[in-house]
């Protein structure tokens, strides 16, 4: 629905949308994942999303959080289960 409409509430393209998508499912089975595609996580405007496609999260990578990363002095710091996969896409 984020993607569909224009900001002006007209719909989009279904090729302009379907061309998104494309982009997000490649980011997220980037590294082999065989994972569903959806439920996901992702921005709720159209204008992030459209700037940053690759930005797309599933709750298992996200969750449980962990509570012990480091971040040069910092420690314990809270963030998602698999950061490294996160960073490389």
């Known amino acids: 629905a984020v993607l569909g409409v224009k900001k002006n509430g007209s719909p ?3 090729d302009y949308v379907q061309g998104i998508v494309q982009k997000m499912q490649a980011a997220a ?3 082999g994942e065989t994972a569903p595609f959806f439920p996901l996580w992702h921005f709720a405007t159209r204008k992030a999303v459209e700037m ?4 797309v ?3 298992h990578e ?3 959080l962990q509570r012990n990363l480091k971040m040069g002095p910092l ?3 809270h ?3 698999t950061p490294i996969r996160l960073l490389k896409r």
């Open 12 to 14: 989009q393209s279904p």
């Open 62 to 64: 996200l969750f449980p």
């Open 57 to 59: 999260y599933r709750p």
């Open 29 to 31: 089975f980037s590294q």
């Open 52 to 55: 940053w496609p690759k930005e």
């Open 75 to 77: 420690t314990k710091i």
């Open 79 to 81: 963030g998602p289960k």
